[in-house]
């Protein structure tokens, strides 16, 4: 990449926000998920959306090619930029615009931290509900691009659900109001299309959010079982009763004791098979008392060993601060972890967590799960060393029969982490070449030179032709060159569907 | 050979029914399959298709060569009570699919407007939510993905039967209120909830600007309900103006919200309907949009409710309209001229409010269209998706207007 360009770029947002050392483009190499990993061309941070305006129309012009990121914390490699591609980092952008107390919503700029929008809110009585374990890093915009969960999203709804307008630059440089401050739409519901678009439809510049009233009663139960299937079953006895928790996660043993061997030690119980925390929140006390009871009494009836509550705040924030950090102590276990995202019916839950780990020792690998049980949203994570080849080959066979296994069951291969370019092995599993051709032709609605996060999401030798696809040359772009990845897109894959 | 010989010769003559009230032959495939190829055919021929369900909500009147019916796409595939999903085929009937529903424990919370029998596709398309809306969102919030067929007859799955789901864009979210401008929705996976235990509505009557500050007091006090419906003395059928409260879930939760909806409203002058009576009264408030010609439904903000109904007074009289006020929707429903509603259009989205025609007579929804006043850059968008699922302009829709 020409270094004229780094220059004009650097004209915009100054010097210091343009990184071309191999060193500070390094930093930018990998986001949460460590088995890809691509070094950008040129990384430029602007700190206004005028100067990030100015950029993309800078780069729209001269035809190249770009990816947007936020912190970095995104699990599917959807924010790596290979080379030729400049990385647009917007933590800077980083301003909450507006907090409408009467209407319960929030404008902010894309680089805002979940936690800290959270916090901003919480003096006016209301929340951000979606909470991605990531949220004290993560960012409202990353957030909006995956379509972010969280646990607490089983009751309040992932980001689609909270997100009622956005502003949004496309990736000719032009700017569009999608949806309005009330959530109606102008039409069609192009706010609903671009959540979950991955960067693939342009940059969000613009977020207004709704905010939920905060729960004046907060319950958390803490249930341990001896066996996976209990555990399970015990999900399924909850939902199937009417009661909406606010959150029902769960742990199995090999979790539950990485977490009680980090810092983040919770008080688990290391010899249960599987714990299940279960939070019961609402406005109306006596109603969230006379539920907890309910659920209580359910998860005794599974074959709960025990049922605890929090009895005070400090302990609830350690039961969550062991879930939510669950990810990093598994840290511990090796030097390389895949953090697995998928999705089965509820009732499947006993059965596909029995096969995960008839899969884990037919491979001979560790595999931990922790995930939203209440929404069947399974993260089965495989903790490996990457610098074996033999192993690394073992933990891309047993990614793939597990995804596989999911589908079977009805299931899908991401609920909230993404496709990236991890997942798109495995599009061709759930979708036809007409869909993901559908797929292709909607992007190129809003980007027709394909510039904005190329090579993501959908694999283009995976689509049947529609008309205004290009898939020539940026079909090569989610192909198996140029990238170092642990997990290459197998061709067999892609031609099966051909 | 003539339309209706290829049509018969395509799909047997199972498929063909009497031709609608304007001549227009009308076509009932049985299959998904059978629309796409229905479809692609008219695309080659250039013929011109309207979309059809029951019949019983959007007027059938659009100029065509011929009325595609989902009606005969009726089934129910698949329901799992312990998973809380189905999957419905497009032209099931609501009433029958809440009916089937209910046997097996489970409840779609959506009540849209329209008559019983008003199909699953038909609400989707449209979007059209009731006073449900209210405690459980709008009809995409009840999507799991749904199966449609493009204009040039190309069958395209969007979305999956699970409750999290982020693998590739979101194609629903085009073709739910889309208004069949973007393909004809064939197959819908459906999220469900648990039959509430406990079901039960209370109503208030008074001047509007009282029952609104009754329910910003019921929204203060911390309650809950599923629905809270303002709704104007005509359309209830009473004296005066209408707060509807609908509390529904489990019996503890709601026994709890009850007792504190007296303390809300000042010390219990709320008149609880007995079940019979609370079904009329959520029956009529959905039926009552059906039956005059114009329907249509505008998004404000919350604090914006009350300055948007006394626009609508102002502009259009109001007689007919019912408001969730703490999600700021509001439908109206009665006559009115073309010019009247492209001006109120304009106002309203001067505000950031768009006006969503919902139904109305072909002349008036050719002009007006179901949506328009973009804001900057959407209408290049819309018409860039209506190009890509429908290249060849064969689905007659209102899409656009001024």
């Known amino acids: ?498 | 050979m003539t339309i209706l010989d290829k049509v018969t010769a395509l799909l047997g003559e199972g498929a063909v029914l009497e031709a609608a009230p304007d001549r227009v032959p009308r076509v009932a495939p049985g299959s998904p399959d059978a629309v796409a190829l229905l479809l692609g055919t008219a695309h080659q021929e250039g013929w011109r298709v309207r979309i059809e369900g029951a019949g019983t909500w959007l007027q059938s009147d659009a100029p065509a060569d011929i009325a595609l019916t989902t009606r005969r796409l009726d089934r129910i595939p698949a329901i799992e009570p312990s998973d809380l999903t189905a999957t419905a085929e497009a032209g099931i009937g609501l009433d029958q699919l809440r009916q089937q529903l209910a046997d097996r424990g489970a409840w779609l919370a959506i009540d849209p407007p329209g008559l019983a029998g008003r199909t699953l596709g038909s609400v989707v398309s449209t979007a059209t939510a009731g006073p449900l809306r209210h405690g459980y969102g709008p009809i995409k919030d009840h999507l799991l993905g749904v199966t449609f067929v493009t204009g040039d007859g190309r069958m395209v799955q969007s979305g999956g039967r699970v409750m999290k789901n982020v693998a590739g864009y979101d194609l629903t979210r085009v073709q739910a209120g889309g208004f069949g401008a973007f393909g004809v929705i064939v197959l819908v996976h459906l999220r469900l909830r648990t039959l509430p235990r406990a079901d039960v509505t209370y109503v208030l009557e008074g001047a509007r600007e009282d029952l609104t500050q009754v329910g910003e007091d019921i929204a203060a006090a911390g309650l809950t309900p599923a629905a809270l419906e303002l709704v104007s003395p005509a359309l209830a059928r009473r004296e005066r103006w209408v707060l509807a409260v609908r509390l529904a879930g489990s019996p503890a939760l709601v026994a709890a919200d009850e007792a504190g909806l007296g303390a809300a409203s000042g010390g219990g002058r709320f008149a609880p309907l007995r079940a019979e009576e609370a079904h009329a009264f959520w029956m009529r408030l959905a039926e009552g949009f059906a039956v005059r010609p114009v329907t249509f439904r505008i998004g404000g903000v919350p604090t914006a409710s009350d300055e948007l109904l006394d626009l609508l007074q102002h502009q259009l009289g109001d007689e007919w309209i019912s408001a969730s006020p703490a999600a700021g929707a509001i439908r109206w429903t009665g006559d009115a001229s073309i010019d009247r509603l492209q001006r109120l259009r304009r106002t309203l989205a001067g505000q950031e409010v768009p006006l969503t025609l919902e139904r109305a007579p072909w002349p008036l929804r050719g002009a007006v269209g179901h949506f328009g006043a973009y804001r900057e850059g959407v209408g290049p968008l819309v018409a860039g998706l209506r190009r890509t699922f429908d290249p060849g302009g064969a689905l007659v829709v209102a899409t656009e207007g001024t």
């Open chain 1, 1 to 498: 990449m020409s270094s004229a360009l780094a220059r004009d770029l650097a004209a915009i947002v100054g010097e210091r926000h343009v990184s071309e050392a191999r060193a500070e483009r390094f930093t930018y190499a990998m986001d949460g998920l460590p088995t890809h990993r691509r070094v950008p061309d040129l990384v430029v941070l602007p700190g206004t959306r005028e100067e990030l305006i100015a950029v993309v129309r800078l780069l729209a012009a001269l035809g190249v090619p770009f990816v947007p990121r936020g912190a970095g914390t995104g699990l599917s490699g959807g924010a790596l930029a290979d080379q030729g591609t400049v990385l647009l980092v917007l933590t800077r952008l980083n301003r909450i615009l507006q907090i409408d107390n009467a209407n319960r919503r929030a404008v902010v700029e894309p680089g805002v931290v979940n936690a800290k929008l959270g916090a901003a809110a919480k003096p006016h009585g209301l929340q951000y509900a979606p909470d991605p374990s990531s949220q004290t890093a993560c960012t409202v915009g990353g957030n909006v691009a995956e379509n972010a969960g969280g646990p607490h999203c089983l009751k309040y709804g992932v980001t689609a659900n909270h997100v009622l307008a956005l502003e949004v630059l496309l990736a000719d440089g032009s700017v569009v109001e999608l949806g309005s401050p009330g959530g109606e739409p102008w039409g069609p519901d192009l706010v609903g299309l671009f959540v979950g678009s991955e960067g693939n439809f342009g940059i969000a510049t613009k977020i207004t959010v709704r905010l939920t009233p905060l729960p004046r009663a907060i319950r958390t139960l803490l249930a341990d079982f001896t066996s996976i299937r209990a555990a399970g079953e015990a999900v399924t006895t909850i939902i199937a009763s009417g009661i909406v928790p606010a959150a029902l996660e769960m742990m199995d043993q090999s979790c539950i004791c990485a977490v009680e061997d980090s810092v983040y030690a919770a008080g688990y119980p290391r010899d249960a098979a599987a714990i299940l925390l279960a939070e019961i929140d609402g406005r109306n006390v006596d109603g969230v008392v006379a539920e907890t009871e309910a659920v209580t009494e359910m998860l005794r009836k599974s074959g709960a060993r025990s049922v605890r509550s929090a009895a005070t705040e400090v302990e609830r924030e350690r039961l969550w601060q062991g879930r939510k950090k669950a990810f990093g102590a598994m840290g511990r276990l090796s030097r390389d972890l895949v953090v697995q995202d998928a999705v089965v019916p509820r009732s499947a839950l006993p059965h596909v967590l029995e096969t995960i780990c008839t899969i884990a020792q037919n491979y001979g690998l560790v595999v931990s799960n922790v995930f939203h049980a209440g929404d069947g949203n399974l993260h089965p994570n495989i903790s490996f060393d990457a610098t074996d080849p033999a192993l690394k080959q073992r933990v891309e066979a047993a990614s793939a029969e597990i995804m596989q296994l999911c589908i079977d069951a009805g299931g899908t291969i991401t609920g909230e982490h993404g496709v990236g370019i991890d997942k798109l092995r495995y599009m061709h599993l759930i979708f036809d070449a007409e869909s993901l051709g559908a797929m292709q032709a909607v992007r190129r609605v809003f980007d027709p030179r394909e510039l904005v996060n190329p090579g993501k999401v959908v694999p283009i030798h995976a689509c049947r032709e529609w008309t205004s696809i290009r898939n020539a040359k940026f079909g090569m772009r989610n192909d198996t060159t140029g990238f170092n990845s642990a997990f290459p897109i197998p061709h067999s894959a892609v031609e099966v569907t051909r």
